[in-house]
Nanobody, 124 residues
């Protein structure tokens, strides 16, 4: 299983980015997916999660109203649209997957597969 994240970059505060994560999982539609981020010397924290069918989503309070997670099961891809970016959003962003996981209980320890991170840097 491979998860390949892309779309990171260097932007200014207020700009937008869309992260993508393509997964080579045969039963992709059975997996809950999450985007996590890790800033230097900090833990890897959940930013947003989406259920296997897209019906349920979760967002950490700091990104509510600015970030949107979505998935396209036909393309085995999960997205994170990030608007109104702030310097505090600067981190390495990781996508992760866990089969049949309840999105409301999603955390880093529950995830089965991880992608290589993509750096997001927001300048002030």
């Amino acid at each position: 299983v491979q998860l390949q994240a892309s779309g990171g970059g260097l932007v200014q505060a207020g700009d937008s980015l869309r992260l993508s994560c393509a997964a080579s999982i045969r039963t992709f539609s059975a997996y809950a997916l999450g985007w996590f981020r890790q800033a230097p010397e900090k833990e890897r924290d959940l930013v947003a999660g989406i259920s296997w069918n897209g019906a349920s989503t979760y967002y950490v309070d700091s990104v509510k109203g600015r970030f949107t997670i979505s998935r396209d099961n036909a393309k085995n891809t999960v997205y994170l649209q990030m608007n109104s970016l702030k310097p505090e959003d600067t981190a390495v962003y990781y996508c992760a997957a866990a089969e049949w996981l309840d999105v409301t209980t999603m955390n880093a320890h529950e995830m089965e597969f991880w992608g290589i991170g993509t750096q997001v840097t927001v300048s002030s």
